[in-house]
């Protein structure tokens, strides 16, 4: 409790301090240089939380390789800063009217990182390698529902889908690599973003150089990008004091007060959801009612004053506050300070009037797991629940947790695309991506017609129903969306914060 009550009393004292962080409103960062003329050249040091999982983005798991590999690879649309989709390898794109054909215009004369200009047949073996199309094997699930990819001329690519998605464009984001690539790209990863391959270190960090035939003109501005893995927030720390690196994200609010005086430090909401997340099928939380306490005994009020300074956004389900038409407010389903007596009376019925043991495995490289976890510890402990810290290193975490589902509980978060069903469909019972091994056939069911739907406001209530769900059967103890604070070098400018996982690169410069 004494480190509990150090960082209370840091988060009290700064809080006033952060609440004027933030961007200039298009996304940007601003700064004291913004006026500032760009300077073409130069590197950047961006420190990262956690090693590469997959360097073929189409295998790549983690959020935080994503971020990387946003800028080596780019699919046919990809995001901007406000989570829109803009043309990117094609120039155009059209859906047919009942949705089950998509046709897309390449770019004119975009290149890959070799030199070789992208073609249809690349396009092609791009999506029938996501799909599955070429070995039974989809690497991107959403994009299972391709049925076809013909080459209708030099330029254009037609792609038929079993069923229509008002969403699927969306995963049209998935990158395209040269034909037939695909087995050399962990070692050799070849794509046309804004920087190219250079070099990768385990545990190190990764390389990328200046592409100096993007097709988007004038960009990048940096020479050469560093993404170097810092694995402890102590670490991280010394380095941004020592001038080692340059750009830092995913900041707590004590960290973001020790550097506001010498890095500027920027606040944005982040596309990331936090939670206690339970093992469904591990005793005693396949009981609901056990998941149920746990959910009444936490003060995520409390959470969020000490990890993220009040700056994060209390949820109760799996969704973004920022998707507003599709997000249901469920947080007074348990309340957002603990219940101790309501939590009790429920592990009582259950059977477990004297408490459980319970171990919460934290990914050791996210100092805002690890202080989440220290708090929600010390409040388990009032209804009896007997919890303990088991720090992992993030690729233990990878494998025993998320890929081998060899645990109880987790602090981690998980991360957003601009859809409402990409945080919904890891919890349909035979996802690849149900670390937590939720079973509900009536959640299954809804999800399907939710998907189906193409009418804005059915496809708004299927997913209103599934939150619900999610909440009720407490599937896992959901907190809260971060803010996401980075510290800055106060001589860089042009930094976007997306709605999404990403760190773009590629409008960063020096000034002078």
């Known amino acids: 409790m004494k480190k509990l009550f150090c960082l209370l009393l840091t988060t009290l004292l700064t809080m006033a301090v952060l609440s004027g962080c933030g961007t200039d409103g298009t996304g940007e960062s601003s700064g004291d240089n913004s006026s500032a003329e760009p300077v073409y050249g130069g590197s950047v040091v961006v420190g990262i939380q956690q090693d590469i999982d997959s360097l073929d983005p189409h295998k790549a798991t983690a959020a935080g390789t994503k971020e990387i590999l946003f800028n080596i690879f780019e699919g046919l649309v990809k995001l901007d800063e406000n989570g829109n989709l803009i043309n990117a390898v094609a120039s155009d794109y059209t859906i047919s009217d009942d949705g089950l054909v998509y046709t897309f215009t390449l770019r004119d004369n975009v290149k890959f990182h070799n030199g070789n200009v992208v073609t ?5 073996y791009s999506l029938e390698r996501v799909s599955g199309l070429l070995d039974g094997t989809p690497l991107i699930s959403t994009l299972k529902t391709i049925q076809a990819v013909d080459i209708l001329d030099d330029k254009t690519v037609q792609v038929t889908v079993e069923s229509p998605n008002t969403e699927l464009i969306y995963s049209f984001v998935a990158a395209i690599i040269p034909a037939g690539s695909g087995e050399d790209m962990e070692a050799d990863p070849i794509g046309t973003g804004p920087f190219s391959f250079v070099s990768y270190k385990p545990q190190e960090g990764i390389v990328v150089a200046k592409n100096p035939d993007y097709w988007q003109s004038g960009l990048p501005y940096l020479d050469e990008v560093n993404f170097k893995i810092v694995n402890s927030a102590d670490s991280a720390l010394l380095e941004l004091q020592g001038g080692t690196i340059d750009i830092y994200a995913y900041l707590t609010d004590s960290q973001a007060a020790e550097l506001q005086d010498t890095f500027n430090v920027e606040a944005s909401p982040s596309d990331v959801v936090q939670a206690l997340f339970l093992n469904n099928t591990v005793a005693p939380l396949d009981d609901v009612r056990v998941r149920q306490a746990i959910c009444y005994a936490l003060d995520k009020e409390m959470i969020n004053e000490f990890v993220g300074g009040g700056n994060g956004t209390l949820i109760s389900s799996a969704m973004l506050p920022t998707l507003k038409d599709n997000y249901v407010d469920l947080n007074d389903t348990y309340g957002t300070t603990a219940n101790v007596e309501k939590a009790k009376e429920l592990l009582a019925d259950a059977g477990y009037a004297d408490g459980f043991d319970l171990e919460i495995a934290i990914p050791s490289n996210y100092e805002f797991h690890m202080q989440t976890g220290e708090v929600v510890v010390e409040q388990l402990k009032a209804v009896g ?6 720090a992992v290193e993030w690729s233990t975490w990878l494998d025993e947790v998320y890929n ?6 987790t602090i981690s978060g998980i991360t957003c695309d601009s859809t409402p069903g990409y945080l919904l469909n890891r919890f ?7 670390f937590i091994n939720f079973v509900n056939a009536d959640y299954d069911e809804i999800y399907l017609k939710a998907q189906a739907a193409q009418d804005p406001e059915e496809k708004k209530g299927y997913y209103a129903q599934l939150q619900q769900i999610l909440c009720e059967e407490a599937g896992s103890a959901f907190l809260q969306v971060p803010a996401n604070m980075t510290a800055l070098n106060k001589k860089l400018m042009g930094y976007k914060f997306y709605p999404v996982y990403v760190q773009d690169m590629s409008t960063v410069y020096w000034v002078e």
């Open 385 to 390: 629940i007997n919890a303990t810290i088991k």
């Open 120 to 124: 249809c047949e690349d396009v092609k």
């Open 404 to 409: 081998g589902r060899q645990y109880q509980a």
């Open 428 to 434: 349909q019972t035979d996802s690849s991506k149900n």
